[in-house]
Structures are given as structure tokens and as C-alpha cells.
């Protein structure tokens, strides 16, 4: 049980173009999901704390109008890179926290690449 | 602002081998402390945990136990498996922030016959 799937594992896109990571909780209802962000070698570094029917809250230092977050039920959150850049491709990694828990379930990760 | 620091890899054993990943911390206050450990393709696992000093978690023949004194958390297994292959990764949890998870930066183990 507490499976998480990320959707896309990998994408390629152009700069300038958008691109839409999907998250979803398949076996459980996770009002509160997180977004991480992950560079070769580096720690997971969170981006944002994702609410269902509420906007999302970013970390310091992430632009909230470039990785949009959009947690519209309570079994799926998005996250949309905006105008993507060679500077934005990453391996980025969502978790949904059950209710009433502390747990995180983390996805498979998607791994983006802008050229 | 709080921190996780683990020992860099890849870590290379045999079979059957001893095995210790380091990690330490530094955070206000008293964290809680995990082991999350990722497979070739899939998501992050929780591994075992720690909530208070001296506390050992444990799980899969995996130990770690909290060290306030020495702010260590290191993981241990007595024999490791060809199967332990993966990434390990060691966090803490705020104690005033009760959501966020704070990384270290992954240790790979390969273990071979």
C-alpha cells in the first residue's frame, strides 16, 4: 500500500516551452503532497508543499510563477515547469503524506531535460 | 539552518561484507532522524527511524541509532546482500516543523558476489 507514481519518468522539452509533471497517490488520499528538486550529487532540496484546494507553499528561492503547483484532488498534484530552460532540467521527485501521519510516500521521480 | 552531511560513494563491498554509511547532522533542537533507502527505479523507501537520543532503529538487518553527543545517525548492517544495492539517504525532521524533510546527499552501495 501508499503506492505514489510520477508521470512522466522522463521528459525532454526545448527552452521555452512548459512541461506538466503529474503526481498521484493510487491507493490512498494525501491532502498535503511535496515537491522536491534533485541535481546529480545533491540532496533532495524541497520546492514546495503542495495543499489540496489551496495554493501551494514554496521554499525560499523558488520561483512560484516558473513551477506552477496545482493539487486540484486529493489523489493528484502537478507541477509545471513554465518557460523551461537548460538551467531547469533536473530529477524531480514528489511525495504525498498521508492524513494524519507524518509518513511521506515518495514517487519514482521524473527526470527533465531542456535543450 | 539545519543540515544533514553523509559520507560520499559509491560504496563498493562483497557480499556478506560489514557495512557502515556515516552521517551526521546539525539541527536546533532535537530532530528526528531517518534512513530512506532507493531502488534502482523506484521511490524513495523509509528504511528505519529514530525520534529521540539513543533510540535504534531498525529494519531488514539495518541499525542505526541516534547519537545527540557525537549528532550522528550512521546506518550498519552486519552482512549485506547483493540486494542492498541501491541509494541510501539519510534526513531529519525538524522537531518545530513537523512536515519537512530535510536530505542528505545519498550514499550508493554496490554490493557484488
Known amino acids: 500500500g501508499a503506492v505514489v507514481s510520477q508521470h512522466p519518468s522522463w521528459v525532454i522539452c526545448k527552452s521555452g516551452t512548459s512541461v506538466k509533471i503529474e503526481c498521484r497517490s493510487l491507493d490512498f488520499q494525501a491532502t498535503t503532497m511535496f515537491w522536491y528538486r534533485q541535481f546529480p550529487k545533491q540532496s533532495l532540496m524541497l520546492m514546495a508543499t503542495s495543499n489540496e484546494g489551496s495554493k501551494a507553499t514554496y521554499e525560499q528561492g523558488v520561483e512560484k510563477d516558473k513551477f506552477l503547483i496545482n493539487h486540484a484532488s486529493l489523489t493528484l498534484s502537478t507541477l509545471t515547469v513554465t518557460s523551461a530552460h537548460p538551467e531547469d532540467s533536473s530529477f524531480y521527485i514528489c511525495s504525498a503524506k498521508l492524513d494524519l501521519s507524518y509518513e511521506q510516500y515518495f514517487g519514482p521521480g521524473t527526470r527533465l531535460t531542456v535543450t | 539552518g539545519d543540515s544533514v552531511t553523509q559520507m560520499e560513494g559509491p560504496v563498493t563491498l562483497s557480499e556478506e561484507a560489514f557495512l557502515t554509511i556515516n552521517c551526521t547532522y546539525t539541527a536546533t533542537g532535537y530532530p528526528s532522524l531517518f534512513w530512506y533507502v532507493q531502488y534502482p527505479g523506484e521511490g524513495l523507501q523509509l528504511l528505519l527511524k529514530?525520534?529521540?537520543?539513543?533510540d535504534k532503529g531498525s529494519n531488514k538487518g539495518f541499525e542505526a541509532t541516534y547519537r545527540k553527543e557525537t549528532t550522528s545517525f550512521h546506518l550498519e548492517k552486519g552482512s549485506v546482500q547483493v540486494s542492498d544495492s541501491a541509494v541510501y539517504f539519510c534526513a531529519l525532521r525538524p522537531r518545530e516543523v513537523t512536515d519537512k524533510l530535510i536530505f542528505g546527499t545519498g550514499t550508493r552501495l554496490q554490493v557484488f558476489p
Open positions: 529514530a525520534t529521540k537520543a539513543d
